[in-house]
């Protein structure tokens, strides 16, 4: 099982990276709206194949994550 720390650690990288980024964004001159939306936009830029790789890795971190769980180790 995934501890709690872990999550949480992960979340506060996400938001401090995300910040930095829009921050960034604003000091070059966006307003926050725009800056949101830049980092966005990566997302809408993507096409079929980029979406399908995304999802076969989301599908094979859930299987990984599973078959950790099912045989109960505590370390990976």
Same mark, same amino acid.
């Given at each position: 099982?995934?501890?709690?720390?872990?999550?949480?650690?992960?979340?506060?990288?996400?938001?401090?990276?995300?910040?930095?980024?829009?921050?960034?964004?604003?000091?070059?001159?966006?307003?926050?709206?725009?800056?949101?939306?830049?980092?966005?936009?990566?997302?809408?830029? #993507?096409?079929?194949?980029?979406?399908?790789?995304?999802?076969?890795?989301?599908?094979?971190?859930?299987?990984? #994550?599973?078959?950790?769980?099912?045989?109960?180790?505590?370390?990976?």
């Amino acid at each position: 099982m995934i501890p709690h720390e872990n999550i949480g650690d992960f979340h506060f990288l996400l938001t401090s990276c995300l910040m930095i980024s829009v921050g960034v964004d604003m000091l070059q001159g966006f307003s926050l709206y725009g800056a949101v939306q830049n980092n966005l936009s990566a997302f809408k830029l #993507m096409t079929f194949s980029e979406w399908l790789m995304l999802f076969f890795f989301a599908l094979f971190l859930i299987k990984e #994550m599973l078959a950790l769980y099912k045989t109960g180790k505590k370390d990976a």
